[in-house]
């Protein structure tokens, strides 16, 4: 597995579809959008007011995770530096790869977070306690 850091996981610009009288529209397309297939698509709402998401890395998983309505942060670590990303716009994906320590936090009322992620639920792919990331990271 590659070492991934904080400054591989970027931004990117979905496909917009614009009509002045009918709305927007966004496509994801494999092997077109991303540079994973999506294997599963979740998503997070109705998270409280101050609460927070995440708090885990993945070994394995890729996402692009996106604010389909309202806005949140996602915060990134790789064991060394940190970036922070406002999400709040349903045309723009964040792309996470393996082993980012996420936290998403500051959830708008009405706030959606869907992710397309490059595998199915695994939770042997989870690294949930943080002291157990810190050595993950630091070795090799
Ligand atoms: P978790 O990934 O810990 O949520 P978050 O990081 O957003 O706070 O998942 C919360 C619960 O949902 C946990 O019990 C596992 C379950 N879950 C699934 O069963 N399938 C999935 O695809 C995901 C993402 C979570």
């Known amino acids: 597995m ?29 092997n077109v959008t991303l540079p994973f297939a999506v294997k599963r698509v979740y998503y997070l709402y109705d998270v409280p007011g101050g609460e927070s998401r995440g708090a885990h890395a993945h070994r394995d998983l890729c996402q692009l995770i996106v604010a389909v309505s309202g806005s949140f942060t996602v915060r990134l670590f790789d064991g060394k530096e940190r970036r922070s990303f406002f999400l709040n716009r349903p045309y723009q994906g964040l792309l996470v790869y393996p082993g980012m320590w996420r936290d998403l936090e500051d959830f708008s009322s009405g706030a959606v977070c869907m992710v397309l992620a490059s595998d199915v639920y695994k939770e042997e792919d989870y690294i949930r306690n943080y002291e157990e990331y810190l050595k993950y990271r630091s070795n090799g």
């Not at 400054?7 to 397309?29: A, I, Q």
């Open 2 to 30: 590659e070492r991934y850091s904080v400054n591989d996981c970027k931004v990117v610009e979905l496909d917009k579809h614009h009509s002045d009288r009918k709305g927007n529209l966004t496509v994801v397309e494999n």
